[in-house]
Nanobody, 127 residues
C-alpha cells in the first residue's frame, strides 16, 4: 500500500531553518505531483508548495514564496521542503501529499487533487 512518511520537523527559533522530508513507497513516484500543506492549531489546512512529477515545475503559496523551496529526488522517492527565515506563524503540522498525474499547477493548491496523504510532522517556531 502507499505510504508517505514525513520527517524533519522540530523546534526552531524565529529566523531559523528546517528541512522537511517525505519518503514515499508503494507508488510510481515520478507519476505523482507532490505537495506540502500545513495546519496550524485552530485553523484549516492550507497549501504551502507543490511540484510536478519531474520536479521542473513548482508552485508556492504567497505566504511562503521566497522563504521556502520544494524539491524532489525521484531516485530516492523523496520530496523535500526547505524552509528558511521561519516565523512563529509558520508553526503547524506539515503534511505531504501525492497527486496522480496532476500536471496542471492550477489544481495543486486544492486538497481534492491529492490521492494520498502522510501523517504529518510538527514544526514549531519560537519567537
Amino acid at each position: 500500500q502507499v505510504q508517505l512518511v514525513e520527517s524533519g520537523g522540530g523546534l526552531v527559533q524565529a529566523g531559523g531553518s528546517l528541512r522537511l522530508s517525505c519518503a514515499a513507497s508503494g507508488l510510481t513516484f515520478s507519476n505523482y505531483a507532490m505537495g506540502w500543506f500545513r495546519q496550524a492549531p485552530g485553523k484549516e489546512r492550507e497549501f504551502v508548495a507543490a511540484l510536478s512529477g519531474t520536479g521542473i515545475t513548482t508552485y508556492y503559496a504567497d505566504s511562503v514564496k521566497g522563504r521556502v523551496t520544494i524539491s524532489r529526488d525521484n531516485a530516492r522517492n523523496t520530496v523535500y521542503l526547505q524552509m528558511n527565515s521561519l516565523k512563529p506563524e509558520d508553526t503547524a503540522v506539515y503534511y505531504c501529499a501525492a497527486a496522480y498525474r496532476a500536471s496542471d499547477p492550477r489544481i495543486w493548491a486544492r486538497d481534492s487533487a491529492y490521492n494520498y496523504w502522510g501523517q504529518g510532522t510538527q514544526a514549531t517556531v519560537s519567537s
